[in-house]
């Protein structure tokens, strides 16, 4: 059976960093895409990242415009792992973090109805 275990979250202060986990089993994360989402409270579940194999390459990545250039999604097959480096945190990312694995494709998608597996979610807190 798939299944997906987020760690890494917790309260964060504005300007912080940190660093969510994505362990898989049931699948090898090399083979498919895999992507990170957010949802807040009281908002809808967004696209963060995403990070597969596109074109050939390995580790190619795409990211939500709100997070460019700040997060960086990275993936260790031999643990079967995938990360996000989170960097600059403000009070706008405190969210749910998810992840999720999208079997379709070897592009990025950014809609939820895209990925058919997900973690349980961690929640990240920043603080003012």
């Known amino acids: 059976q798939v299944q997906l275990v987020e760690f890494g979250g917790g309260l964060v202060q504005a300007g912080g960093s940190a660093r969510l986990s994505c362990v898989a089993s049931g699948l090898t994360v090399e083979t498919y895409g895999m992507g990170w989402f957010r949802q807040a409270l009281g908002k809808e579940r967004e696209f963060v990242a995403w990070?597969?194999?596109?074109?050939?390459?390995?580790?190619?990545?795409e990211y939500a415009d709100s997070v460019k250039g700040r997060f960086t999604i990275s993936r260790d097959d031999a643990s079967n792992t995938v990360y996000l480096q989170m960097n600059s945190l403000n009070t706008e990312d405190t969210a749910v973090y998810y992840c999720?694995?999208?079997?379709?494709?070897?592009?990025?998608?950014?809609?939820?109805?895209?990925?058919?597996?997900w973690g349980q979610g961690t929640q990240v807190t920043v603080s003012s």
């Open positions: 999720a694995v999208d079997p379709g494709t070897n592009w990025a998608r950014r809609g939820v109805s895209d990925y058919e597996y």
């Open positions: 990070i597969g194999v596109m074109s050939g390459f390995t580790d190619s990545a």
